[in-house]
């Protein structure tokens, strides 16, 4: 069992940086590739980035290259979402997940969630 708390979500402006965290309770943390997504109102949801369980291999939406990192640190349990050049249509709830075995773009995939953050970004 794994639980998901995320947090570092808020107002940025067009052009701003956040940082996602998403903390991980339970002993398994470092056996489960980690995933963001996010939602916005009226839209699917939205797969953001992945990283292995190892961290060594790291997967990313086309719009997302080149301006969000993915990263963890599995002695804290911690996977971070590091967002920059965010625009307007950056604005979603986002939430971490956790599955066993290989890291994927498939939201359906996924076993654990958490809670969701949400992002804004003023324009």
């Known amino acids: 069992q794994v639980q998901l708390v995320e947090s570092g979500g808020g107002l940025v402006q067009a052009g701003g940086s956040l940082r996602l965290s998403c903390r991980a309770s339970?002993?398994?943390?470092?056996?489960?590739?980690m995933g963001w997504f996010r939602q916005a109102p009226g839209k699917e949801r939205e797969f953001v980035a992945a990283i292995s369980w190892s961290g060594g291999s790291t997967y990313y939406a086309d719009s997302m290259k080149g301006r969000f990192t993915i990263s963890r640190d599995n002695a804290k349990n911690t996977v971070y979402l590091q967002m920059n050049s965010l625009k307007p249509e950056d604005t979603a709830v986002y939430y971490c997940?956790?599955?066993?075995?290989?890291?994927?773009?498939?939201?359906?995939?996924?076993?654990?969630w958490g809670q969701g953050t949400q992002v804004t970004v003023s324009s």
């Open positions: 339970g002993r398994t943390f470092n056996r489960h590739a």
């Open positions: 997940a956790a599955k066993a075995e290989f890291a994927s773009g498939n939201y359906k995939s996924y076993d654990y």
